[in-house]
């Protein structure tokens, strides 16, 4: 009888030592897979604010090209042309024209924030065609100022749109041009140089109003 009581004892014994280490490798076996679950967490995470940021840059980027119209590089593509045929010298006016007539085609219009794109793209489509003209005819001065006379009423028409980006601008007014109908032009200074009549009547005109 103390044989079977003894034996149980013991088995008693035996049995309330092993049952908590078992409880420990299973919480020991299960802690790898929690770490595992906190790890891809933090990896789900990190790839999402990494996408918010991203696509934030994208958006800033879409607003500055929608802002970005090159209205500077276009009235400086103008005023040389301008003040070449002031000078009567055609083959300036030519290269200053075509100059010109390159910053106009690379504006892209779909990506300019304005209210009238349809009447924006209208006023560059007859600007350029304008410059154009005037590049191709080197040899004919009087055929350059027509077109001039045009491209003018363009850059005003364009100018009215977008501004000046900050370049103070005159428009002058000759009234001896075009048989007498009169001309306007685009000027950077106060001081009247007609690119209509050259040299030969420079200084006739006045100055219509600041833009």
Not at 143 to 168: A, P, Y
Request: proline letters at 3%.
């Amino acid at each position: 009888m103390k044989n079977i009581i003894t034996v149980l004892l013991v088995g008693a014994t035996l049995y309330s030592c092993t049952k908590p280490e078992n409880k420990v490798s299973e919480n020991k076996a299960a802690e790898p897979e929690i770490k595992s679950i906190e790890k891809t967490d933090s990896v789900v995470a990190l790839n999402q604010n990494q996408e918010v940021k991203e696509n934030s840059t994208e958006n800033k980027k879409e607003t500055v090209e929608l802002s970005a119209f090159p209205i500077q590089q276009v009235i400086k593509g103008y005023l040389p042309l301008k003040n070449a045929l002031a000078q009567d010298n055609s083959q300036k006016a030519s290269d200053a024209a075509k100059s010109l007539f390159s910053i106009l085609k690379k504006i892209d219009i779909s990506k300019i924030n304005v209210k009238n794109n349809s009447e924006l793209r209208d006023i560059l489509e007859s600007a350029s065609e304008n410059a154009e003209h005037i590049g191709e005819n080197s040899d004919d001065i009087g055929h350059q100022r027509e077109h001039l006379l045009s491209l003018s009423n363009d850059i005003t028409d364009l100018i009215e749109e977008v501004g000046t980006g900050g370049i103070k601008l005159y428009q002058d007014f000759c009234p001896m041009y075009n048989n007498g109908k009169g001309g306007t032009w685009i000027s950077e200074t106060k001081e009247i140089v007609n690119p209509y009549e050259g040299t030969k009547m420079l200084n006739c005109g006045s100055v219509k109003k600041v833009l």
